[in-house]
């Protein structure tokens, strides 16, 4: 699914994005590093994948979307 970077913490390689309906939802680094990203800016538009819905949805890939 796509989504936009919100915020990102260089130091701890975590964040949150904001889904297309304006849920924001944290990542983790290990999400981060899935993704083979080196930096991410806040409005970037990202690539997501996760597991679970909703509320217990936990994101496990972060990329940068491409066109």
């Known amino acids: 699914m796509q989504a936009t ?11 949150q994005v904001l889904l297309d309906d304006g849920t924001p939802v944290a990542f983790d680094a290990a999400a981060f590093d899935a993704g083979g990203l080196r930096l991410l800016r806040p409005g970037q538009r990202v690539r997501v994948e996760g597991d ?3 509320g217990a949805l936990r994101i496990t890939l972060v990329t940068l979307q491409t066109f």
């Open 52 to 54: 679970g819905e909703g």
């Open 5 to 15: 970077a919100y915020t990102y913490d260089s130091e701890t390689r975590s964040g």
